[in-house]
């Protein structure tokens, strides 16, 4: 059931709708061949298309879906046509954006894509690589379990503790946590088909450790409060808008003296960041936020946190990340603007630390 289809470079609509491409779409209904077809057939006319299948959101994703999973395109090219677009047509509403999110880790598997590996979804923590040095899918994936460790060391857990991950994934960070720190894990994720492959790859993992995966959100933490010694998230609150929300949460959920850890991208405080949106598609889109880090600080403290540490850890992240894209088929797509951006000083990898 196609409504419409938005040109985002002003073409008159009439003009696209009369095009071979728009007939066949419009024929087509939701048949995955032709669309694909039509929409490639119209990005060669030189512009940018957001095709609304019908008015709810996700079913305009199955045909994003369709175009991207063809060439591996980072993200949603929708968010390029929608700055393009006047604001009236191309204004997002919040469940909009959290639909994109949902796309992403549902039906679009980021996991799958070759900027990350070994199931992992992170940008990972690197030792200094010699620009010259081919990197192999393994030093990949080794950034990524690094990336856990360092998180993860910073709430010196104690073997047999219970420990929460917000925003698990695909779960292999989960199991190296209970395997190499002998702590009982829960992975909490709101992506059932995230949940799904968790289930799947880690299915081995699941009979010999503690480590379970639940499906809920980090705004409302499915747990009783004072059930966890330790709680810690690896790249997942650029998707949160309500960050106060999980500051709030995890300090219910958490015993008296239990440590809170997270990693992510933030803003660098003071930073000027009215650039990154121009550059980052996801950001542009709102499917990832970027705040200043101390506004999170900030969060942590009136959640009732204390103790709380800052460390940029940016120097480990964005060089070597981008040396990884740039091996990749993605080696030309916007996402090697990130390194533009830390080195530019607006947005850098942290790690946050708080103890209840
Ligand atoms: C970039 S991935 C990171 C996955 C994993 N931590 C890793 O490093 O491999 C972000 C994950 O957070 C989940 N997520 C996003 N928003 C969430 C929310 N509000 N509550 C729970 N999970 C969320 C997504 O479904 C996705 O699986």
């Not at 040109?7 to 003009?15: D, K, L, M, R, Y």
């Not at 728009?22 to 095709?51: C, N, Q």
């Not at 979804?121 to 030093?139: A, M, R, T």
């Not at 966890?228 to 690896?234: A, K, M, N, P, Q």
């Amino acid at each position: 059931m196609i409504l419409g289809l938005k040109p985002a470079f002003g073409e008159p609509i009439q003009e696209i709708l009369a095009s071979p491409a728009a007939d066949d779409l419009l024929e087509s209904g939701v048949d995955g061949a032709a669309l694909r077809k039509g929409a490639e057939d119209l990005g060669s006319l030189g512009a940018e298309f957001i095709i609304e299948i019908d008015s709810d959101p996700r079913h305009r994703f199955d045909l994003l879906n369709l175009v991207e999973r063809e060439d591996r395109a980072l993200l949603l090219r929708r968010s390029v046509a929608r700055r393009n677009m006047p604001e009236s047509v191309g204004m997002e509403t919040e469940s909009d954006v959290q639909a994109q999110r949902d796309f992403m880790y549902g039906e679009l598997d980021l996991g799958s894509l070759t900027i990350f590996s070994g199931s992992f979804i992170n940008y990972g923590y690197w030792d200094q690589l010699d620009p010259g040095h081919e990197i192999s899918v393994e030093e990949r994936t080794a950034s990524q379990a690094e990336l856990y460790r360092q998180v993860v060391s910073r709430l010196e857990p104690q073997a047999g503790q219970r420990l929460l991950e917000l925003g698990s994934g695909i779960g292999v960070g989960a199991a190296l946590v209970a395997r190499q720190f002998g702590t009982s894990v829960s992975g909490l994720d709101r992506s059932p088909a995230q949940l799904a492959r968790a289930a799947e790859v880690n299915a081995k993992a699941l009979k010999e450790l503690p480590l379970s995966y639940h499906e809920g959100s980090v705004t409302e933490i499915p747990w009783d409060e004072g059930t966890f010694d330790g709680l810690y998230s690896v790249e997942m609150l650029q998707h949160v808008d309500d960050l106060a929300a999980v500051a709030r949460e995890a300090h219910r959920v958490l015993k008296p003296g239990g440590n809170f850890a997270v990693a992510t991208f933030f803003s660098p405080d003071g930073a000027d960041t009215s650039q990154v949106a121009d550059l980052i598609e996801t950001v542009a889109s709102g499917v990832d936020v970027i705040r200043p880090v101390g506004e999170f600080a900030a969060d942590l403290t009136a959640a009732g946190f204390g103790e709380i540490t800052v460390t940029s850890i940016g120097t480990h992240v964005w060089r070597q990340f981008d040396q990884w894209v740039g091996q990749t088929e993605h080696r030309d797509s916007w996402g090697r603007n990130w390194l533009r951006c830390f080195e530019s000083g607006w947005v850098d990898y942290f790690i946050v630390t708080a103890r209840r």
